[in-house]
């Protein structure tokens, strides 16, 4: 049996052997999007079937909305979320059927621009702090606009506004970069409310590592909002989460009361977390 993926008007007819997914350039199939690790997934084809394998991402692989563990074997229907990313495994077309989509010559190699991102990597600067605070205005330019399409229910419109902006902050953190406060606030605000109209737990993730990078405890405002994420996403990392946590708990004899009540609030985030 023959297999394709679907991805957004795209179906990639899928050969024998193994292809990557990531954000990478090397990857077969090359993703822009800051949920996608470098190096994210990788599929194998045989005569036997498709299976798919979380490469160590940051945001993990699911499969019909359950993170996996291992390697697993796909069926015919399953959908994979790779970042915000959705593949589908079909069955191949018959070979006399023309296709819409981009077809075989897709693979080993396609690169592609996906509608929640304009997303380029961020360049190595020399003293990157001007580039971060023009993105903090950029982001207080986008925020009205990415609020009225929250509020009308189009999430998908919000991230494909914040997407850009949310990629390069989170690129800048793990690059070790410096950025002003006020934009890492920014992003989790924005990154927090897309977690709860997406129900893309990846979104969340980026929340943790963003404040776990800064060392601090989030804001109540941000706190607030992943109490909402929570009880709507499909999964988080519990053990990014629960390393934010030991690290807080590291510093709390810094901390004052105010602090120790945001911290207080975290721990009840992993419990609920925890329920899921």
Known sequence: MRFRLRYLQHDLELTEGTFAVGRNASCQLSLDDPLVSRRHALFEVSPHGVTVEDLESRNGVLVNGQRIETRMRLTVGDRILIGSQELTLLAARDAQVGGGGVGKMTLPKMRVTTPSSSYRP????????????????????LSGVAEKALAMGRAGEAERLLASALADVIEATRANRPLPPTLVDQAAKFSAKLATATGKGGWADYVVELYQAQKRPCPAGVIDELYNAMRKVTAVDMNRLRAYISLLRQNLHRY????????????????LAALR
């Open 256 to 271: 004052g009361p105010a602090e120790r009540f945001l911290f207080q609030r975290i721990e009840g985030l992993e419990r």
């Open 122 to 141: 961020a360049q190595v600067e020399n003293d990157p702090e001007p580039s971060m605070v023009r993105r903090a205005d950029q982001f207080k330019l």
